[in-house]
């Protein structure tokens, strides 16, 4: 799709493109409003059925330096004079597009900032007439229309480019008939405007407020799991279902750990009760081991303890070797297996 005027070559936005696909062409080449109108001048049906046409028929169209009439015989037009160009009964069952500012979207519709600002809510193609009475009169003069496309409860766009600078409206509770109605007094020049509301299109694009700060909530306890591991985090149903409650086993990547066990008498070397037990552990910087609360529970004599281990630099043949005083006995944890389990603990949200 061609995101200029094949006609003008004018970028095309939301502002500047007929509503409702009006714009486009047989090939799917769009035109923009101004070239739209140009057509609609020239001959209202073909305006109306610009999706029947090639660019270069309607390019011909406007080339000619002739009406509606002598169109019909040289390119072979239907013409009729005038045709209601907005009757399209498929366009009842659009459905509101959500665009939230700060997105691609918003952007490639040529939503932006200040002038470029579409307004929040559901946006309307909105139709005023215009016009003013001088003070102590009832004549309508000046009468013109505008359009805009804005939300409903917004006050008509740019509308002080007709009433003039300082000049500011409000909306009449009674409209008076008309969907909606503003009035605005100019006193300095003797003026009262009104504007009314006389007819909207829905341009199914409903704008909200930028997502972005709860996307950065997100990311601030969004938790870094190494590529393969799978999450589980504390209070869950699964860390539950692992027995982690028994036995805190630490955060990060959780290995089963197989250990030898034994303790000497202190003052002595003989070691006693050698047992081998396995839990499941995780593993820190280095490979080190801070939680054995799981492994030493298993043990009768500690299972009411609370023992913290040091690691030793001797490890007498083991992989990693652990140790702790408790009443009179040293005890040694030798790490004879660590095995990754792909599990990643880490804290509840
Ligand atoms: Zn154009």
């Not at 069952?93 to 929040?120: A, C, M």
Request: glycine share 6%; charged share 30%.
């Amino acid at each position: 799709m061609s995101k200029n005027c094949i006609l003008c070559d004018k970028k095309l936005s939301f502002w500047n493109q007929p509503v409702f696909g009006k714009g486009i062409l047989k090939s799917h080449e769009r035109i923009c409003s101004s070239c739209f109108m140009k057509v609609n001048n020239k001959s209202p049906k073909t305006a109306a059925n610009l999706k029947r046409y090639e660019s270069t028929e309607i390019k011909e169209l406007l080339d000619s330096n002739k009406n509606t009439q002598t169109v019909k015989n040289s390119i072979g037009f239907q013409v009729t004079v005038t045709t209601p160009v907005e009757t399209d009964t498929k366009i009842d069952s659009g459905k509101w597009e959500i665009v939230h500012r700060k997105t691609q979207r918003w952007t490639e519709l040529g939503f932006g900032d200040n002038d470029k600002f579409p307004g929040y809510g559901k946006l309307y193609e909105r139709e005023f007439e215009v016009w003013y009475c001088d003070i102590g009169s009832k004549n309508r003069k000046g009468i013109q229309k505008f359009s805009d496309k804005y939300p409903l409860n917004y006050d008509p766009r740019d509308y002080q480019k007709i009433v003039g600078e300082g000049v500011y409206v409000e909306a009449l509770t009674n409209s008076r008939g008309y969907e909606a109605l503003y009035t605005a007094l100019d006193n300095k020049n003797r003026k009262r405007w009104y504007l009314a509301l006389i007819s909207k299109k829905p341009l199914w694009i409903e704008t909200e407020r930028a997502i972005e700060k709860e996307v950065e909530t997100k990311k601030k306890i969004e938790i870094k799991v190494p590529e393969g591991w799978n999450l589980v985090q504390n209070h869950s149903k699964e860390w539950k279902a692992l027995g982690y409650n028994n036995g805190f086993p630490g955060y990060g990547k959780i290995h089963e750990v197989t250990f030898d066990v034994w303790y000497c008498n202190v003052g002595s070397k003989e070691k006693n009760e050698l047992t081998e037990l396995k839990t499941e552990l995780a593993i820190y910087k280095d490979d080190n081991l801070y939680y054995f609360e799981r492994v030493y529970k298993q043990l009768n004599e500690l299972k009411d303890a609370h023992l913290n281990f040091d690691r030793l630099t001797r490890t007498n043949g083991y992989e990693q070797l652990y140790s702790t005083t408790s009443k009179k006995k040293r005890w040694y944890l030798g790490v004879k297996e660590m095995t990754p389990r792909y599990i990643f603990t880490a804290g509840a949200d």
